[in-house]
């Protein structure tokens, strides 16, 4: 087991028939903007079948072992721990999706303005002290990161800010996200210039 330990990103692992095993790992703490990421040294004694899972998601994901817990501790820190306080649900995609077809579009913008406007804001004065664009943005990185809501991606030219946020939810889907944004980029004052189509929407930023 030591061997397969190293091999997979961890330091040691101690077999305990009652408790499961011991395992050290190297766990990502944070760094200052731009810099590697720092690490903490630290051990953990899991269930045997959370223990294999991990082994297992790993495999398929051609990572090690220690990425893949780091992952799900970043995942736990910088967005589940935090949305436990609006007591958050985890919802299937194909179920989400229902909810927005039995809905009318009327429906869907005043739901996604009323969203826009509850969690996201007090997220971000927690998270980032306050609101402003690039908090905004990095809200939105990480409900991608995290959430599986949409896929962002980001491209700055000429001083202008394009992000382009890919969702699986149709029309629909779209309806939603631009009156979801909209509301949290409206107290700023500098609304953003949209782009809809059925599974993206596009907005631009100055």
Known sequence: MRSDAIE???????????????ITWQILTGAEPNLRPKTA????????SALNALQED???QNVSVNTMF?????????YDRPMKRFHMLKLPASS??????A????AIIEAGNSAGKDVPKTYIRAKWGELTVESVLDYLRTTA??????EYSEVIRGGKIS???????GAKGSLFLQSYVQAIFEPLGKPPRFLQDENAVSFELQ
């Open 96 to 101: 989400f999706m229902h909810l927005l077809q």
């Open 58 to 60: 790993a495999r398929k």
């Open 163 to 169: 992000v382009t946020l890919s969702h699986d939810f």
């Open 145 to 150: 990161d995290h959430a599986n809501l949409f």
């Open 8 to 22: 997979n990103g961890l330091d040691s692992s101690v077999p305990d028939e009652t408790l499961g095993k011991l």
């Open 70 to 78: 780091n992952q799900l501790l970043l995942t736990y820190a910088n």
């Open 103 to 106: 809905a009318t579009n009327e």
């Open 41 to 48: 040294t630290a051990s953990f004694r899991l269930d045997e």
